[in-house]
């Protein structure tokens, strides 16, 4: 591990004066008023891996800052300590947005990263980036995004600390093996008879077992921030650290700010042996073999450990909506975003009443039942007369006259002629 006091790009323009700044676009060092363009040296130095056991029994007079020039303040409302190069000054926080009061002082001495990823995102890709992430969201008040557009990102460098070691792992517990049983039972049918059947009933027989496995694991990423949400963080990978991590130069830093460590390099040890127990528990189940396994306890010993202490880049947007803080997060190599975001009552409501209105129309629609029903100040259609079944009456019997002749009954005689 390199203790001694880096070498430090100077950052003065060499044409108009001005300080440089690192470009992600340009990947150079570059001067914002009169577009001077200077390369970071790049040096044929590997990434060295640091031997833990040496570290934890090294004098701690022999840390060091990240360059002869940084400097440092400390967040009053949320207790962050954040690094920065000359000429850029701490405005706000970026992590809960308070603005910084303190004075800034020379950067306390710590452990010199190994190795940092430059930013490749620029400051407009990340907020194109974050917009669009809160377009997608829905629920979010109206505000937010008016406010998302207002408030400043700020390019952090996030401490890591990543692990190799070589485990061995020694285990006792049991081997269950399935084996099937025929079994007769009766059961009634649907004709209410009583049947006989015959089924297979599956069982477990168990066999003690202990063995040892082994396994080396390699880069396991720790953050050493306590400042932002571990599982957002942990959702920005991958960072593809066997293609973007460099050897550590203070030059990457100039107008961007680092965060100091806020876990020990112990205490990230102890967060590594979380993440490998999984990994070290799927190798015992599958050398114990058979069905199912049963695993009673595991004892591991942990060999040739080695670290790295690494910066990664973030752009942060903090802000305060109702009085609550809210953090969004934009890995600044891939675009990929993660954050906080408030909810708007008033907007589920609306959905919740749209959903019901919508609900009842279609039920409407499909029942026919939307005739019925009346708009206030529209005309409405007349009711239509609806044609009854009329009832069945009995008439009363009518007597006709006949023209047809009466038997048995004498006509009156005819008249005689008169003649003279």
């Not at 060295?48 to 002869?68: F, G, P």
């Not at 207002?150 to 390019?155: C, N, S, T, V």
């Not at 026919?368 to 079944?389: A, D, M, V």
């Given at each position: 591990m390199n203790t001694s006091e880096p070498n430090v790009k100077r950052f003065p323009c060499p044409s108009c004066g001005a300080y440089l700044e690192f470009n992600p676009q340009a990947g150079k060092l570059k001067c914002g008023y009169c577009g001077w363009e200077d390369a970071i040296p790049q040096t044929a130095e590997e990434v060295k891996e640091n031997s833990y056991e040496q570290y934890l029994q090294v004098d701690r007079t022999t840390l060091t800052t990240l360059s002869t020039t940084a400097l440092e303040v400390k967040c009053n409302d949320c207790g962050a300590s954040v690094t920065f190069e000359p000429p850029k000054v701490a405005g706000k926080c970026p992590f809960c947005a308070s603005p910084i009061v303190t004075q800034p002082v020379k950067a306390s001495p710590g452990v010199q990263p190994e190795g940092i990823v430059p930013f490749e995102i620029t400051d407009k890709q990340a907020r194109q980036s974050i917009q669009k992430w809160l377009s997608n969201r829905w629920f979010a008040p109206s505000a937010l995004k008016s406010l998302a557009q207002q408030e400043k990102i700020q390019g952090v460098y996030l401490p890591f600390w990543t692990y190799d070691c070589y485990t061995l792992s020694y285990y006792q517990g049991a081997r269950g093996e399935h084996y099937y049983v025929t079994e007769t039972y009766t059961e009634t049918n649907a004709n209410g008879e009583t049947e006989t059947k015959t089924r297979q009933v599956q069982h477990t027989r168990w066999w003690p077992v202990a063995g040892r496995v082994d396994?080396?694991?390699?880069?396991?990423?720790?953050?050493?921030?306590?400042?932002?949400?571990?599982?957002?963080?942990?959702?920005?990978?991958?960072?593809?650290?066997?293609?973007?991590?460099?050897?550590y130069n203070s030059s990457y830093l100039a107008g961007f700010e680092a965060q100091r460590s806020q876990l020990s390099l112990s205490q990230g040890f102890e967060s590594a042996k979380n993440v490998m127990a999984g990994t070290i528990h799927f190798d015992v189940c599958r050398d114990i073999g058979g069905d199912v396994q049963q695993v009673h306890s595991i004892s591991t010993d942990y060999n040739a450990i080695t670290f790295k202490h690494i910066l990664l880049p973030v752009?942060?947007?903090?802000?305060?909506?109702?009085?609550?803080?809210?953090?969004?997060?934009?890995?600044?190599?891939?675009?990929?975003?993660?954050?906080?975001r408030p909810y708007s009552v008033l907007k589920i409501a609306a959905a919740v009443v749209s959903g019901v209105v919508l609900?009842?129309?279609?039920?409407?629609?499909?029942?026919?039942?939307?005739?019925?029903?009346?708009?206030?100040?529209?005309?409405?259609?007349?009711?239509?007369?609806?044609?009854?079944?009329?009832?069945?009456?009995?008439?009363?019997?009518v007597s006709i006259p006949s023209t047809a002749p009466v038997p048995n009954k004498k006509l009156p005689p005819a008249p005689v002629p008169y003649s003279n």
């Amino acid at each position: 591990m390199n203790t001694s006091e880096p070498n430090v790009k100077r950052f003065p323009c060499p044409s108009c004066g001005a300080y440089l700044e690192f470009n992600p676009q340009a990947g150079k060092l570059k001067c914002g008023y009169c577009g001077w363009e200077d390369a970071i040296p790049q040096t044929a130095e590997e990434v060295k891996e640091n031997s833990y056991e040496q570290y934890l029994q090294v004098d701690r007079t022999t840390l060091t800052t990240l360059s002869t020039t940084a400097l440092e303040v400390k967040c009053n409302d949320c207790g962050a300590s954040v690094t920065f190069e000359p000429p850029k000054v701490a405005g706000k926080c970026p992590f809960c947005a308070s603005p910084i009061v303190t004075q800034p002082v020379k950067a306390s001495p710590g452990v010199q990263p190994e190795g940092i990823v430059p930013f490749e995102i620029t400051d407009k890709q990340a907020r194109q980036s974050i917009q669009k992430w809160l377009s997608n969201r829905w629920f979010a008040p109206s505000a937010l995004k008016s406010l998302a557009q207002q408030e400043k990102i700020q390019g952090v460098y996030l401490p890591f600390w990543t692990y190799d070691c070589y485990t061995l792992s020694y285990y006792q517990g049991a081997r269950g093996e399935h084996y099937y049983v025929t079994e007769t039972y009766t059961e009634t049918n649907a004709n209410g008879e009583t049947e006989t059947k015959t089924r297979q009933v599956q069982h477990t027989r168990w066999w003690p077992v202990a063995g040892r496995v082994d396994r080396p694991f390699d880069d396991i990423l720790i953050p050493a921030t306590t400042s932002v949400d571990r599982p957002r963080l942990d959702a920005l990978e991958p960072w593809h650290l066997n293609q973007s991590l460099r050897a550590y130069n203070s030059s990457y830093l100039a107008g961007f700010e680092a965060q100091r460590s806020q876990l020990s390099l112990s205490q990230g040890f102890e967060s590594a042996k979380n993440v490998m127990a999984g990994t070290i528990h799927f190798d015992v189940c599958r050398d114990i073999g058979g069905d199912v396994q049963q695993v009673h306890s595991i004892s591991t010993d942990y060999n040739a450990i080695t670290f790295k202490h690494i910066l990664l880049p973030v752009w942060l947007c903090a802000y305060r909506y109702q009085n609550q803080r809210y953090q969004v997060m934009v890995n600044a190599r891939t675009a990929e975003v993660q954050g906080e975001r408030p909810y708007s009552v008033l907007k589920i409501a609306a959905a919740v009443v749209s959903g019901v209105v919508l609900a009842g129309a279609i039920y409407l629609l499909f029942t026919g039942n939307w005739k019925y029903i009346r708009f206030p100040g529209l005309p409405q259609p007349e009711p239509q007369p609806t044609s009854l079944p009329v009832p069945r009456q009995t008439l009363p019997p009518v007597s006709i006259p006949s023209t047809a002749p009466v038997p048995n009954k004498k006509l009156p005689p005819a008249p005689v002629p008169y003649s003279n």
